[in-house]
């Protein structure tokens, strides 16, 4: 069974940089057939996608998070990870990694348990 | 860029069919899933491809695609539904989701 656990600090200072990873198991992160997405929500708010990387590193982002978002990912670790830079309180939000199957249809399945990410001085 | 809006919020009596719908331009072209979300909780995909089931998913969820809406439903709601619901599309090589709707069960 496919498990995706996110871990991370949970606090960061304004201007610092969000570093997340995601740990999959049950299955290889190797697969041709998905990539691995990142999703978050703002306390209270809705789902906002921001970004997704294949086994072999092709990446897609959201335009508008695109100049300070990294995704990377360690194939002999069975992870990939989150970068965020220049984060301000409007970053704070419960952060999701997510299976995102990308080919013909388009969803995310499983999720992550999700991890709060606090920006605070 | 594009967006997928949703009602706020959808009331169903127990028993009842809940309709949950999702607008966007020409939505019926492209491919639409539905994820349940409970407090506290991650979100689950309860649709994909506009009408498929994931397995565990019961028989009452339904959904479809046409024009420029698509719509989650559920026949025969329980109390147990009783969650936000997000539809999600993939636009031109990004993920846009809804901004959701809380579905009362009352």
């Known amino acids: 069974q496919l498990q995706l656990q996110e871990s991370g600090p949970g606090l960061v200072k304004p201007s610092e940089t969000l570093s997340l990873t995601c740990t999959v198991s049950g299955d290889s992160i190797s697969s041709s057939y998905y990539y691995w997405g990142w999703i978050r929500q703002p306390p209270g708010k809705g789902l906002e996608w921001i970004g997704s990387i294949s086994y072999s590193g092709s990446t897609y982002y959201k335009p508008s998070l695109k100049s300070r978002v990294t995704i990377s990912v360690d194939t002999s670790k069975n992870q990939f990870s989150l970068k965020l830079t220049s984060v301000t309180a409007a970053d704070t939000a419960v952060y999701y990694c997510?299976?995102?199957?990308?080919?013909?249809?388009?969803?995310?399945?499983?999720w992550g348990q999700g991890t709060l990410v606090t920006v605070s001085s | 860029s594009y967006e997928l809006t949703q009602p706020p919020s959808v009331s169903v009596s127990p028993g009842q069919t809940a309709s949950i719908p999702c607008s966007g331009d020409?939505?019926?072209?492209?491919?639409a899933c539905w994820y349940q979300q409970k407090p506290g909780q991650s979100p689950v995909l309860v649709i994909y491809?506009?009408?498929k089931r994931p397995s565990g998913i019961p028989e009452r969820f339904s959904g479809s695609n046409s024009g420029n809406t698509a719509t989650l439903t559920i026949s025969g709601t329980q109390a147990m539904d009783e969650a936000h619901y997000y539809c999600q599309a993939w636009v031109t090589s990004t993920v846009v989701f809804g901004g959701g709707t809380k579905l009362t069960v009352l």
């Open positions: 997510a299976r995102h199957f990308i080919t013909g249809d388009n969803w995310f399945d499983p």
């Open positions: 491809q506009d009408t």
């Open positions: 020409k939505l019926g072209d492209k491919f």
